[in-house]
């Protein structure tokens, strides 16, 4: 390779990476964005011009120019669960084999930072959006529309079907968890909700108020307490179900976290996690067969949701014009140790 000589105190450019791999500016941008082809040769030999002259681009200038940034933006509620967690595993497998990078926004549960950092990635930042449980997208949804910038809704129910989503099957394992409950003998069932604010949680308790209705089963709103996804909060619920006058004999958390603060209540309480007390819960997060006694609960595909959401975003970031669609994932029931059938 011919030696060519860089002042290092320059700003290092495309170029220059160029003539020291001799090789043409649009070679480099090829490797550089792994698109088309390059021989393995030649792509050597500008990987090590690259790493010999301390080359790094400027991704968010390469946006702004109207090219791509070879970056996703990803905007989360909170990192406090294994739920986002694994959902982000998906989206970065996914994002690794095509060579882009992710930027990573959490707000908190903030309105005006989700709007923030929304604006922020559409500027030139991202080549495209996921949205992770979006507080208010309607803020932003005409906005994307009219740009027509691409963006998938994770885990978001509630909207008019002109936005790529992917969720998954949330009525239907309400359904299904309360139905299977029902089929142990146990007919008051305590339910902790999760921010009824949101769809995925508002479904889910849809789904237990329809399996309850299909049995003949009363729907007490005693039994029926509002959560927030969090553990002190689940336990706090359970508390308060268990001090009833006529206490439910199994409890239905809308996600394993609660379901947590849930099976530590009952414990505090005195009472035998599934003897006493059934639990069941909503997610099947990495923690949930590792507590003690492994926890019943309902299986979302949070890994794959992740992956399929980051798959649609980057057919649309290649056909932005593409029409939209709503995939939703199918729940599953995963049986462990925490239910059993009433004992009176």
């Known amino acids: 390779m011919r030696v060519t000589s860089i002042d290092s105190e320059s700003r290092i450019t495309i170029e220059d990476v160029a003539r020291v791999a001799d090789v043409s500016y649009a070679t480099v941008s090829r490797v550089i964005n792994n698109k088309g082809y390059v021989s393995d ?10 790493t010999r002259t301390g080359y790094v681009v400027n991704r968010q200038a390469r946006g702004l120019a109207g090219g791509r940034s070879q970056v996703v933006g990803l905007v989360v509620p909170d990192l406090d669960t294994s739920y986002c967690g694994e959902i982000v595993r998906g989206i970065d497998e996914e994002l690794a084999a095509v060579s882009y990078d992710l930027m990573l926004y959490t707000t908190h549960h903030r309105i005006h930072r989700e709007s923030a950092f929304v604006g922020n990635l559409m ?5 495209g959006l996921l949205l992770l449980l979006p507080f208010d997208p309607a803020a932003y949804l005409d906005s994307f529309r009219k740009r027509r910038f691409p963006f998938v809704l994770i885990d978001h129910e509630g909207l008019d079907n002109h936005g790529p989503s992917v969720g998954a099957t949330n009525f239907q394992g309400g359904y299904d968890a309360t139905n299977y409950l029902i089929s142990l003998g146990h007919r008051r069932i305590g339910f902790v909700t999760g921010k009824l604010r949101m769809g995925n949680a508002i479904d889910r308790l849809k789904g237990h108020r329809a399996a309850l209705a299909e049995h003949g089963l009363p ?11 969090l553990q002190p909060r689940g336990y706090e619920c359970a508390r308060a179900l268990l001090a009833l006058a006529d206490p439910p004999s ?3 958390a809308s996600n394993d976290v609660s379901a947590f603060g849930v099976m530590d209540a009952i414990r505090d309480a005195g009472l035998r996690i599934a003897t006493d007390v059934s639990v069941i819960g909503f997610d099947d997060i990495p923690g949930a067969q590792s507590v003690h006694p492994p926890l019943t609960t309902m299986r979302q595909p949070l890994v794959e949701m992740g992956a399929r959401a980051t798959r649609m975003l980057l057919e649309f970031i290649e056909e932005p014009a593409r029409p939209h669609e ?3 994932l199918a729940t599953s029931l995963v049986i462990r140790e925490t239910c059993r059938s009433p004992a009176r």
């Open 41 to 50: 040769e030649t792509r050597a030999r500008v990987i090590e011009a690259v």
């Open 123 to 127: 500027n030139g930042l991202a080549d």
């Open 219 to 229: 729907d007490d709103p005693a039994l029926v307490l509002e959560g927030d996804f």
């Open 250 to 252: 199994a409890i239905f």
């Open 326 to 328: 709503r995939v939703d």
